[in-house]
């Protein structure tokens, strides 16, 4: 069965720090892909980034980086230098592709509050 | 392009009233999930449909929720009665499977029942 764990429930950072969020997944699937959504305080999911299996090359996007280990089934999301505009509820989520094809399953989200 | 929409975006109703949200997906989207989400519970899959057939439902909490898609662009989730305990915010999400793409979602529902 697939599972998704996100550890942190909730982490508060002072602006300017960098912060990790944790992200640890659970499938026998061997092809699958994982996601990360944001949810600021006004509500909407917003889509950040996918990732399929085969690709573990680590993504970089402005102040956003992600890192994919298969080994420890991991997909690890870092804000650097964070703003308060980054804080948000953010969710990892695993898709299998033969197993329960076309849904996702959802970690508990992290509350990440980045204070001025 | 227009995203998700979901209607209405707020609805204030008394308990023993029947509720239906509603959800027009992205066009040439061929998954629709319905989700609640809840301080308590976190962000819970409902039912999902694939080419309007539903899928899974085995998130739905109880008989008193229904769904359905009558067609490719429109959807909806009906709670009979409603309960205090419903009162949640409700998305609606849509993806195009054959490229694996994320989920899209609409804006939400934010269902308070009294």
């Known amino acids: 069965a697939q599972k998704v764990t996100q550890a942190q429930t909730e982490i508060s950072v002072v602006e300017k720090e960098d912060v990790t969020l944790d992200c640890v997944y659970e499938?026998?699937?061997?092809?699958?892909?994982l996601f990360w959504y944001k949810q600021p305080p006004s509500g909407e999911l917003v889509f950040l980034i996918r990732?399929?299996?085969?690709?573990?090359q680590n993504e970089i996007s402005g102040r956003y980086s992600w890192n994919f280990q298969k080994s420890t089934s991991s997909f690890n999301f870092t804000i650097t230098a964070s703003q308060v505009v980054d804080s948000a509820v953010y969710f990892c989520?695993?898709?299998?592709?033969?197993?329960?094809?076309?849904?996702?399953?959802f970690g508990d989200g992290t509350t990440l509050t980045v204070k001025p | 392009d227009a995203g998700v929409i979901q209607s209405p975006r707020h609805e204030v109703t008394e308990m023993g009233q029947e509720v239906t949200l509603r959800c027009k997906p992205i066009s040439g989207h061929d998954y629709l999930f319905w989700y609640r989400q809840t301080m308590m519970r976190g962000l819970e899959l409902l039912i999902y449909f694939n080419n309007n057939v539903p899928i899974d439902d085995s998130g739905m909490p109880e008989d008193r929720f229904s769904a359905k898609m009558p067609n490719a662009s429109f959807s909806t989730l009906k709670i009979q009665p409603s309960e205090p305990r419903d009162s949640a915010v409700y998305f609606c999400a849509s993806s195009l499977y054959s490229d694996h793409q994320p989920q899209h979602f609409g804006d939400g529902t934010r269902l308070s029942i009294l």
């Open positions: 990732r399929n299996s085969f690709d573990e």
């Open positions: 989520a695993l898709s299998e592709v033969r197993t329960n094809a076309g849904k996702s399953t």
């Open positions: 499938t026998r699937d061997t092809t699958y892909y």
